[in-house]
């Protein structure tokens, strides 16, 4: 059976691989980055407008697809400095509403560009 992919305009892929795809009722979102789609750079700034960037373009990819925050079931979230999960973690709060996706926050020793945080998620119909 073919993917079924979607590719959001507002989403940047830095690599051979869509911004999401859907099997049955699920949609499988590929991490996101700090990309900024205008201008296909990285956000510069702290960890907070890195954060912020990736659900922009997260939140791109579901638009695309027909889908809300409120379809996410698991988030996954990627950061290079663990000292930054606070951070991180008060604009993650802001992004949902309860009850709150399931979610794992994995430090990890670099990321694409040299990002701060890549975030991914799974959505479901």
Do not use: W
Request: glycine residues 8%; negative net charge; contains cysteine.
């Amino acid at each position: 059976m073919p993917r079924k992919a979607f590719n959001a305009p507002g989403a940047v892929a830095v690599g051979p691989y869509s911004h999401a795809i859907e099997t049955g009722d699920l949609l499988f979102l590929s991490g996101q980055t700090p990309v900024d789609s205008q201008t296909g750079k990285l956000v510069e700034g702290d960890i907070v407008e890195q954060t912020n960037q990736c659900f922009k373009n997260l939140f791109n990819v579901l638009e695309a697809a027909g889908l809300t925050p409120d379809h996410v079931e698991k988030v996954n979230v990627f950061l290079t400095d663990m000292n930054n999960f606070t951070a991180m973690n008060e604009v993650y709060s802001k992004q949902f509403s309860e009850p709150y996706p399931a979610r794992t926050t994995i430090g990890v020793l670099s990321l694409p560009l040299g990002a701060q945080v890549e975030i991914e998620m799974i959505a479901r119909r």
